[in-house]
């Protein structure tokens, strides 16, 4: 078992306890010593990955505006907003009183985080927690996300968005997600979603690059580790692209990622990038 492994077979509770007595420490200097960004919440509560989370909010901001068309005045939904890592960007880029923010996630912990930190200062974002199952990120509960309905009306959003979210989804929770996205997104309005697809580029790159694999093959999807389903799943380009028209959204772009050993300065991102128009 590799080290990814191990972290996935903790289960989220215990993983995120691991994170606290892990990141105590640094945490502790960096709030004594003052060195953590106001927004930033102490690394032993971040639960979505490692790495700089300023810098990457800025960063995936960035992707929304150059590759989405996202703009100060639209009316945003963050699906899957985790701890905030993109809302902590866009409370300085979207206008206070024309633009807006609605994120949810099925962890409450970074729903608290997020309501205390941002929604209370700033009245045009909010934060919603829903308690649904996920492998990863929460076993508490045995409600499913493929019947999920979201709490937002048709045609309200202007823009909606998923960062690492249908990368930890299984195939029938992604198509219920899609057509909900399709309801609430207003006509014209754009959704950026990133994945992992499978095709024969990346099917040949994956077997010969030392990078993260998806092994187990199901009739659509594939899966890094079967003990975690939703640890990381990838999608057939094919059943992905049927799945996305059927729900009535138009593919406009895609970016593949550099995932599977594609040369990283030919690359966006680390994911592929599905720019989708309703
Ligand atoms: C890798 S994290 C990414 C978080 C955030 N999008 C970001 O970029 O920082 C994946 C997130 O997806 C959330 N998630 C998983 N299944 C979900 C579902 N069915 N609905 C909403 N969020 C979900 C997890 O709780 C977690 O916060």
Redesign the pocket.
Known sequence: MNKRDIYYSMGPATRRLFRRIYYFPIDIIEKISGKRHPMAPPKGRV???SGDFIK??QG?LKQLKDYGGLKPNHRVL?????????AVPLVGYLDEKKGSYEG????KS?IDWCKKKIQTKHPNFNFTH?D?R?E???LKTDKN?NN?VFPYKDDEFDFAF????F???MPE?VSA?LEQISRVLKKGGVCFATFFVINEESGELMKINDVIKFDHKFENYYLHNPKVK?ANVAFDESYLDELIIKHGLKIKNKHFGYWPGRPKDECVDFQDIYILER
């Open positions: 639960f979505i990955g990457q909010g995936i963050d699906i899957g907003c985790g701890i905030g890592r993109l949810f996630d099925i962890v970074g829903i649904l996920n990863l990120y929460n996300a999920f998923l960062t690492s979210v990368t930890h989804m929770d997600y939703e």
